[in-house]
């Protein structure tokens, strides 16, 4: 019998069209869901709120290894009928893990959201993780694992973690260690599964031409059997990681030098994440931003400059990244420090501003066309807030943002000397 807690209140957006509605299963496990009736497609996940942050040092990369796994057999499926199972409709499967989370998704037409439930539940939930299949897996990442070591500009963001996380499971890279991989047995992500994959850490989101109380009927169905212990995980807070370390360089036979600085921020429930949004978004998105405009095109030191934001459950990270000849390491590393040191002396002029807050918010709508950036944008949101933030919301919340705040928070986090700094050179 399903059972359920609905949301008092469904929202429904002008701007973004579209009907949001959450149910909560008597399990535990929570079904939210954004209806845009013009489409003909579902992208439809399965969250967990586990991701390399909740791993212990030898267990370093087993949310990554165990996403990996679930696609190569369940009791039910073998490899090559969990690959054909939603291709043969027109249709696609996949899965990706981060620090906090793991989600395993579909993207199918609107007539197939009972297959897709069927396959996401079952490759979450049954999966064998038969010994040989593992090994041959392990050698799968372990490329994976050497490609992004070959690839510079993706590797240093990993090794700019640790040296803020050097001794916090936050530091840890999602894929794991080369070591860690080749010893994981299958009664460790037996184990994982159990300990995580409970129901009051399960999510299923779905976006697009979806009947929510069909998509509640369905989740129950395949889901709702579930039983576990009501109680979060137990992370280690982020306040309590030791120190950053300033500086470290590595060494690569390349031809341009990679560098990438930033510090500690806010967390995603922080009020002064929209400033910080729209003082990065100026900072560093574009061609148009100032470190772009300065750096490259005013006086040539880098071929790529970007800054970003990251924002966790208990913290956040900003940082640049450039890649420049190894001459102009200095150079260019003094000029991204100028720029901080503008934003928190001198107030952003009016029509700067209006042109960034354009830039956010036409971003933020360009994405409403695609259903899996809705879906994920909805399912991390109730995993992070348990609730929704309609894009009306969030699109007010950008427009409100003053020069006084956008001050306020870059005088907050980009002080020079909580900054770290990583540089791989050409050896």
Known sequence: MLRVRRTPNSAHSQVENALYRKTTLSNGIRVVS??????????????????????????NGISHFLEHMAFKGTRHRNVREIAQSLESLGGYLNAFTTKEQTCYYARVLDTNIHEAMDVLSDIMLNATFKRREMEKEKLVVIEELKNAEDDPEDIIHDYFEKTLFPRHSLGNPVIGTEANVRGFRQE?????????????????????????DLLARLVNRYLGHLRGEDEPNSRQPASGAAKSEKVKEYQRPIAQAHICLGTLCFSVKHPHRYPLMVANTLLGEGMSSRLYQTIREKHGLAYSVYSFVSLLSDTGVFGTYLGADKKNVKAAVELVFHELEKLKKTPVSRAELQRTKAQIKGTLMLGLENMSGRMTRLGSAELYLESYISLDTILKKVDAVTPDEILEVSNDVFHQDRFSTVVIRPS
């Open 188 to 212: 460790d992500l037996k184990a994982h599964v159990r300990a995580h994959y409970r129901p009051t850490q399960i999510v299923v989101a779905a976006a697009g031409n979806v009947d929510h």
């Open 34 to 59: 954004e209806t845009i009736s013009h489409v003909r497609s579902v992208s439809l996940g399965s969250w967990a709120n586990v991701g390399s942050r909740d791993e212990a040092g030898p267990q």
